[in-house]
T-cell receptor
């Protein structure tokens, strides 16, 4: 079974540019989550999809962040325009339900310079 | 807000010894707790979990202890190996909510 795949693994962009991160969850997992770890701090929740619907987006830091999951399969997280404080590692996870635990992807390391 | 915190950011242990990583949580409504291991360049990997109706759970070389009275969680790793070197995160979940709240993480280094 393929795991959660994230692309790209690394991205370096200039402040003000746009970046789009992609996450392919495990096939059949309705729940998809985005988290991020900034500057060695704790991993923080961004949002949760159930199929194509945003179940909880309380962790999205501001309106520069836009997440989509068209068709309920893969998801994208766009940052536009990127700021220096957006640098960090963005993790995606999927699960049939929390009771079954999450499977995390390897993350995308975003560096804004 | 509620938070999950770790007592120590780093821990060094001699290979073969046992290690204990501690975690404090502040939300008494938390129902489910998970320990994750994160190796360099990889995402968090599930190690072991425990629900609030239990106080101990054992896996292969790992044991999680939950003390609800003092809101404390610990991960014990027995007979540590070099491959155990990683950052370990505790995470908590509130009943009825799908998101996890993570602690800062503890870096465990196994000394050969």
């Amino acid at each position: 079974e393929a795991g959660v795949t994230q692309f790209p693994s690394h991205s370096v962009i200039e402040k003000g540019q746009t970046v789009t991160l992609r996450c392919d969850p495990i096939s059949g997992h309705d729940n998809l989550y985005w988290y991020r770890r900034v500057m060695g701090k704790e991993i923080k929740f961004l949002l949760h999809f159930v199929k194509e619907s945003k179940q909880d987006e309380s962790g999205m830091p501001n309106n520069r962040f836009l997440a989509e999951r068209t068709g309920g399969t893969y998801s994208t997280l766009k940052v536009q325009p990127a700021e220096l404080e957006d640098s960090g590692v963005y993790f995606c996870a999927s699960s049939p339900s929390l009771s079954y635990g999450y499977t995390f992807g390897s993350g995308t390391r975003l560096t804004v310079v | 807000g509620e938070s999950v915190g770790l007592h120590l950011p780093t821990l060094s242990v001699q290979e073969g010894d046992n290690s204990i990583i501690n975690c404090a949580y502040s939300n008494s409504a938390s129902d489910y707790f998970i320990w994750y291991k994160q190796e360099s360049g990889k995402g968090p990997q599930f190690i072991i979990d425990i629900r609030s109706n239990m106080d101990k759970r054992q896996g292969q070389r790992v044991t999680v202890l939950l003390n609800k009275t003092v809101k404390h969680l610990s991960l014990q790793i027995a007979a540590t190996q070099p491959g155990d070197s990683a950052v370990y995160f505790c995470a908590e979940n509130l009943r009825g909510n799908e998101k996890l709240t993570f602690g800062t993480g503890t870096r465990l280094t196994i000394i050969p």
